[in-house]
C-alpha cells in the first residue's frame, strides 16, 4: 500500500510524482519513460539532464512542506538539486532492504553524507534488518533511522481471495491434496532449488508443491524436479496476475528465499491465515512472531525437509489454528492504520 495514501486518510494533502518508467494508475506519467535515466546517469547523460530539469520545475512551482524520496534512486536525484533550491530540513528518504551507498552509482548521496549534509534528512528504513543494514554506513550525528514496517490492508486481501475449491481449480490442483505453496518471481534470490529439494526429501506422501510465478530459472526447476523424480507432484502454473488470490489453495505457504527487502508475499500469506515455513533471513525472521517454530537454516534441503514433514504433520484444524493466529498478528503489527500514523508523524515532524 502506498504512502500517500494513509497520508491522505489522516488530512495531508499529497501530491505524487513519478520520476521514470511506465504510466501508473495511481502517479500518473513519468517526468521520463526511460528508467536508466534515473538508474544509469553516468551512460545517460541527456536522460538525466532532461529528468533533472523537470523535476526542478515542479519543485520550484510546488510549495512543499515536506518531500519523500522513496528509495536511494529518488534521493540521490533530490540532493543533486537541494542546495540551489534551498530545501533544507524537509526530506524524508525511505530505504528498501539491504543496500550499499556507492558513490560511482550514487553519487550525490554519496557527497552529502561524507560532507555531512545528510544530517538534515530524516532517514526511513521498512525493516529493523534494513536498518542494521544501513546505519554504519551513515554519520553519527544523524540519529538512529526510524523503522516503518509495510503494511498491509488485510480487509481489501480478504475481499480478493478465491474460495479453496475456486483457487485450487484454477491452479489444477486435486481437491483433497495436501498443498505445499509458494508465489514468486523465479530467479535466483528466491532459491527456490532448495524448495524443490527440500520437498522432494520430505516424507510427505500424496503431498503437492504448487509453485505460482515464472522467471528464468522456471526450466532449470522443471529439469531439477525431472531430475529428482517429482515431476508429477510439482505443479508450475505460470505467471498468475493478482497471483495472492490463489492464497487458499495452499495449506501452508513457503518462502525460501536468500534476500528479502520488505517480504509482501509473506505478509499476503500470513493475511490469508496461511500457515508458513521460512528461511532464517533477517527480512523474514523479522516479520514473523517471535520464536515462531517453523524456520529452517536458508539453503539447507535437509532442514526444510523436516520442518515441511512437521507442518504437513499437523492436524488441518491446528494449520488453520497457526494461520489464524497469524492473520490476527499481521492485522494487527502491518496494519495501514498504524503505518500511516508512523508516517503523519514524521512528515509532520520534519515538515
Known amino acids: 500500500m502506498h504512502i500517500e495514501q494513509q497520508l491522505r486518510v489522516k488530512g495531508i494533502i499529497v501530491e505524487s510524482l513519478l520520476l521514470s518508467g511506465v504510466p501508473h494508475k495511481d502517479f500518473g506519467a513519468p517526468l521520463v519513460r526511460d528508467f536508466d535515466a534515473l538508474r544509469r546517469p553516468r551512460k545517460h547523460p541527456i536522460g538525466y539532464r532532461v529528468l533533472r530539469s523537470r523535476l526542478r520545475r515542479r519543485l520550484e512551482q510546488g510549495d512543499y512542506d515536506c518531500i519523500i524520496a522513496d528509495g536511494l534512486l529518488s534521493a540521490n536525484l533530490l540532493m543533486d538539486l537541494q542546495r540551489s533550491l534551498s530545501l533544507d530540513g524537509k526530506f524524508i528518504l525511505v530505504v528498501h ?69 475456486v483457487a485450487r481449480r484454477a491452479l489444477g490442483l486435486a481437491p483433497g491434496a495436501v498443498v505445499v505453496g509458494t508465489i514468486g518471481r523465479m530467479s535466483s534470490e528466491k532459491d527456490y532449488e532448495t524448495l524443490v529439494r527440500g520437498f522432494a526429501a520430505a516424507n510427505i506422501p500424496g503431498a503437492v508443491l504448487a509453485m505460482v510465478g515464472d522467471g ?31 492464497l487458499r489453495a495452499f495449506d501452508c505457504f513457503v518462502m525460501t528465499s536468500k534476500t ?29 512472531p517471535y520464536q515462531y517454530s517453523f524456520v ?24 488453520d489454528a497457526l494461520g489464524s493466529s497469524l492473520e490476527s498478528m499481521t492485522r494487527e503489527r502491518f496494519s495501514p492504520a498504524l503505518f500511516g500514523e508512523k508516517y503523519s508523524a514524521l512528515v509532520k515532524r520534519q515538515g
Not at 532449470?220 to 524436479?225: D, E, G, M, V, W
Request: aromatic share 6%; net charge negative.
Open 97 to 165: 532492504g539491504r543496500v550499499r551507498i556507492k558513490k560511482t552509482k550514487l553519487p550525490a548521496l554519496f557527497k552529502f553524507i561524507e560532507r555531512g549534509r545528510i544530517a538534515g534528512w530524516r532517514v526511513i528504513a521498512v525493516s529493523s534488518d534494513s536498518a542494521r543494514h544501513l546505519e554504519p554506513q551513515l554519520p553519527p550525528e544523524l540519529g538512529s533511522i526510524d523503522v516503518v514496517e509495510n503494511c498491509i490492508d488485510a480487509d481489501e486481501l480478504a475481499e480478493g481471495l478465491l474460495d479453496r475449491d
Open 216 to 246: 528464468k530459472e522456471r526450466q532449470a526447476l522443471q529439469a531439477l524436479a525431472a531430475g529428482l523424480g517429482i515431476s508429477g507432484q510439482v505443479i508450475f502454473s505460470g505467471y498468475m496476475a493478482k497471483a495472492y488470490r490463489y
Open 260 to 288: 528479502e527487502g520488505s517480504p509482501i508475499a509473506l505478509l499476503e500469506a500470513m493475511a490469508a491465515a496461511r500457515p508458513v515455513v521460512c528461511s532464517d533471513i533477517p527480512p523474514l525472521i523479522d516479520a514473523l
Open 296 to 319: 529452517f537454516e536458508q539453503g539447507n534441503a535437509t532442514a526444510l525437509a523436516r520442518q515441511l514433514e512437521a507442518m504437513v504433520g499437523l492436524t488441518a484444524e491446528n494449520r
